[in-house]
């Protein structure tokens, strides 16, 4: 059974910046609220006309040039967001139709801000099984169409920004690199802690959204702050150590350890908790903000790219997510 690795890894950020005083004229908040809370001082938004396919379309583009494969070579696509296109289908098929792939099997997943990982774990298993050869994992957001700056909401709005990540899983002919676990968690009792209530199914009524909907908020994100941080913090400490036990190693052998960008004070608490050296760790969350499922693949190219991450390196990947969901993944680059 072969082995898989992370073979190319791309981004793309839209260009326009949105600086926390240019988020002030939107809701109302301050630069010193926004940086003392979340850590975060500006993000990208997309222009009106952009969508999470067009972001992912170019994260893609360059994953692929990085892996040194054309586009035709690749047999799965899959993708991850929680900002679609369109309500259906699922965002993967707008996708591979602007990366011109017709024919091969595309896939979507839910899985918020852990995206890459389980990403990562669907191609790992589907590369040692021999079923596909390469597979391009996706993870776009255009989180800034779905900011709601009202009291309700503005303790998220804060923090989001756009962006997309993408990565090339397939076969190592290096028996040392590779994927070498990957750690999935899911806890749905906490469901509603962060969650969009509507349009849905479960509003006990035939209608999956309304007008009301619309007016009492219940088309945006609601957040209870302070369980998701605290869930955040635990969750991705205890998902990072569970990667060093099953591997046999400690913090000490973890060349960059890449977490998920939630909140810069979030990664504070996670670093202190698992004892990670400061330098170790990647972190842009001041700069990009949180982009949910993209910010872990940005921040994974962006450390190749700036030369934290070189071959040979050990990489420790973790994230936390809605539902609630964690993960982490442990790679030999």
Not at 169 to 174: E, K, L, M, Y
Request: with cysteine.
């Amino acid at each position: 059974m072969p082995q898989s690795r992370v073979v190319g890894t791309g981004h793309y950020l839209p260009p326009k910046v949105v600086t926390n005083f240019d988020v002030m004229k939107m809701m109302d908040t301050s630069d010193e609220f926004i940086v003392t809370r979340t850590g975060v001082r500006e993000r990208r938004y997309a222009e009106a006309d952009v969508s999470a396919s067009d972001l992912a379309a170019l994260a893609c583009r360059a994953a692929v040039e990085d892996a040194g494969i054309d586009m035709k070579d690749i047999d799965l696509l899959i993708m991850n967001t929680i900002t679609p296109d369109a309500a259906d289908p699922g965002c993967a098929f707008f996708l591979q139709d602007k990366l011109d792939l017709p024919g091969i099997a595309v896939m979507d997943i839910r899985q918020q801000c852990a995206g890459l990982i389980y990403g990562l774990a669907i191609a790992d298993h589907f590369v040692r099984a021999g079923t596909y050869r390469y597979v391009l994992i996706a993870c776009s957001e255009v989180l800034s169409k779905r900011i709601d700056g009202s009291y309700d909401g503005r303790n998220i709005a804060i923090l989001l920004g756009d962006g997309a990540g993408a990565a090339v899983v397939g076969p190592s002919d290096d028996g040392e690199k590779g994927i070498l676990s990957t750690i999935l968690h899911g806890d749905g009792s906490h469901a509603k802690a962060l969650y969009t209530a509507a349009p849905g199914s479960a509003l006990g009524r035939m209608q999956m959204i309304t007008k009301d909907d619309i007016d009492a908020g219940r088309v945006h994100f609601r957040m209870d702050g302070r369980a998701v941080f605290e869930h955040g913090v635990a969750r991705m400490s205890e998902a990072a150590l569970e990667s060093l036990e099953v591997n046999g190693l400690t913090m000490d052998d973890i060349d960059v350890l890449i977490p998920h960008q939630a909140n810069l004070r979030m990664l504070e608490a996670i670093i202190e908790r698992t004892g990670a050296p400061q330098e170790k760790v990647f972190v842009n969350v001041e700069k990009y903000g949180n982009i949910a499922s993209a910010c872990l693949p940005i921040a994974f190219d962006q450390a190749r790219r700036s030369g934290m991450v070189t071959g040979g390196s050990l990489v420790l990947l973790v994230a936390f997510g809605s539902g609630f969901v964690w993960a982490s993944a442990l790679l030999r680059m």
